[in-house]
């Protein structure tokens, strides 16, 4: 039988998924340990090198405090922020704190005490992370910040525990709408998962109907229903739109973004250095590799640049419809060039030019 870790280790790069699985852990240590003087949860966030050191020195008395009654003690330090790559992250006294910190948990006793470290977000090139994955009971929640994939299995993972499912469509739906908002993800969820009922799947028409566009002010219903093809679907979210009192122009924008990513995505297929498949856009980092550096000036994120996105996020995108042709693509980028001089000559006819663009685009 393996021995027991000195301590428990959860990291990750959301502040969010990593305390609800420290919390988790916590409430079954303390489950073990009747005595409630014996749990003690002490913050580990800190803002300046003065903070850090104030953070190690509680925890340090707290890890060599004698029990009053006897028995195992358990100590969540949470929240820590210090491991991260930040300007007091980086500070030289930060680090030499930090080690004092590992010279701590080496000395646990986890028969005496069972300790608890969760952080967020943690830079893992540095010793100390490394030095806890060897030596901890060790677990990285989640991916790389905004990892799709990692999004994707939060809510698929929240959808169960409540006793629902999403299907593939209302899953990439969500996440579109919502974006890297873990927190925003599974209240979303749960509120879906009551709407249907337990039992039930939540689909892609849920979403559209009851879960609002926040992710970056991007109008994704418009987008989403626009490149499926699909023309009722369309014209409705556009009378959605216009009721609640929007503009035309950021629907446009939208629009224009997806549809510049897709021009591209189109372009590399056509020549073969890209074929899309069922994880997405099979041979993506070759072609990044051969055509990145023409974007010369271009390396903030931004649909003028296929190579600043999220490799998965163009999977989902160009995977979740049939992919236009070229010279539909590039006709619709005329279109909406012509929506956009259209509204400016029929200001208080927005709603109308954009029915008549899309009749055009998708009835044709």
């Given at each position: 039988m393996p021995a027991a870790k000195n301590f428990t280790f959860i990291c990750g790069s959301d502040?969010?998924?990593?305390?609800?699985?420290?919390?988790?852990?916590?409430?079954?240590?303390?489950?073990?340990?009747?005595?409630?003087?014996?749990?003690?949860?002490?913050?580990?966030?800190?803002?300046?090198?003065?903070?850090v050191e104030a953070a190690v020195n509680r925890f340090r008395e707290s890890v060599q405090t004698v029990s009053m009654f006897g028995g195992r003690r358990v100590i969540w330090l949470k929240d820590v922020n210090f491991l991260a790559d930040t300007v007091t992250g980086r500070a030289e006294s930060t680090l030499k704190l930090v080690e004092d910190l590992q010279q701590i948990l080496e000395g646990v006793n986890p028969d005496d005490t069972a300790v608890l470290l969760t952080a967020a977000p943690v830079d893992r090139r540095r010793s100390f992370p490394k030095w806890c994955e060897k030596t901890a009971d060790f677990?990285?929640?989640?991916?790389?910040?905004?990892?799709?994939?990692?999004?994707?299995?939060?809510?698929?993972?929240?959808?169960?525990?409540?006793?629902?499912?999403?299907?593939?469509?209302?899953?990439?739906?969500?996440?579109?709408?919502?974006?890297a908002n873990t927190r925003l993800l599974v209240e979303e969820v749960r509120k879906l998962a009551t709407y249907v009922g337990e039992g039930e799947t939540i689909e892609d028409t849920h979403v559209?109907?009851?879960?609002?566009?926040?992710a970056e002010g991007d109008f994704f219903e418009a987008a989403e229903s626009f490149f499926s093809g699909d023309l009722k679907w369309t014209l409705a979210a556009l009378q959605r739109h216009f009721f609640a009192g929007g503009d035309a122009r950021p629907v446009i924008s939208a629009l224009q973004n997806r549809n510049r990513i897709l021009l591209q995505v189109r372009a590399l297929v056509d020549a073969g250095d890209v074929r899309i498949g069922p994880r997405g856009l099979d041979g993506f980092p070759k072609a990044q590799a051969a055509?990145?550096?023409?974007?010369?000036?271009?390396?903030?994120?931004?649909?003028?640049?296929?190579?600043?996105?999220n490799p998965w996020y163009l999977g989902k995108l160009a995977g979740s419809a049939k992919l236009p042709s070229l010279r539909r693509l590039i006709d619709n980028q005329q279109e909406l060039i012509g929506a956009f001089e259209e509204i400016i000559r029929r200001p208080?006819?927005?709603?109308?030019?954009?029915?008549e663009m899309t009749v055009r685009c998708l009835a044709g």
């Amino acid at each position: 039988m393996p021995a027991a870790k000195n301590f428990t280790f959860i990291c990750g790069s959301d502040d969010f998924l990593v305390g609800r699985l420290g919390q988790a852990r916590f409430d079954a240590l303390a489950a073990e340990i009747p005595d409630e003087f014996s749990r003690e949860v002490l913050s580990g966030f800190a803002g300046n090198v003065g903070e850090v050191e104030a953070a190690v020195n509680r925890f340090r008395e707290s890890v060599q405090t004698v029990s009053m009654f006897g028995g195992r003690r358990v100590i969540w330090l949470k929240d820590v922020n210090f491991l991260a790559d930040t300007v007091t992250g980086r500070a030289e006294s930060t680090l030499k704190l930090v080690e004092d910190l590992q010279q701590i948990l080496e000395g646990v006793n986890p028969d005496d005490t069972a300790v608890l470290l969760t952080a967020a977000p943690v830079d893992r090139r540095r010793s100390f992370p490394k030095w806890c994955e060897k030596t901890a009971d060790f677990a990285l929640v989640g991916g790389d910040d905004g990892d799709g994939a990692a999004l994707e299995g939060v809510i698929l993972a929240e959808a169960k525990a409540v006793g629902a499912s999403l299907s593939p469509d209302a899953a990439r739906l969500l996440l579109a709408k919502i974006g890297a908002n873990t927190r925003l993800l599974v209240e979303e969820v749960r509120k879906l998962a009551t709407y249907v009922g337990e039992g039930e799947t939540i689909e892609d028409t849920h979403v559209a109907e009851l879960t609002p566009n926040v992710a970056e002010g991007d109008f994704f219903e418009a987008a989403e229903s626009f490149f499926s093809g699909d023309l009722k679907w369309t014209l409705a979210a556009l009378q959605r739109h216009f009721f609640a009192g929007g503009d035309a122009r950021p629907v446009i924008s939208a629009l224009q973004n997806r549809n510049r990513i897709l021009l591209q995505v189109r372009a590399l297929v056509d020549a073969g250095d890209v074929r899309i498949g069922p994880r997405g856009l099979d041979g993506f980092p070759k072609a990044q590799a051969a055509h990145a550096g023409k974007f010369t000036g271009a390396t903030e994120k931004s649909s003028y640049n296929l190579f600043t996105q999220n490799p998965w996020y163009l999977g989902k995108l160009a995977g979740s419809a049939k992919l236009p042709s070229l010279r539909r693509l590039i006709d619709n980028q005329q279109e909406l060039i012509g929506a956009f001089e259209e509204i400016i000559r029929r200001p208080h006819e927005q709603e109308e030019v954009l029915r008549e663009m899309t009749v055009r685009c998708l009835a044709g």
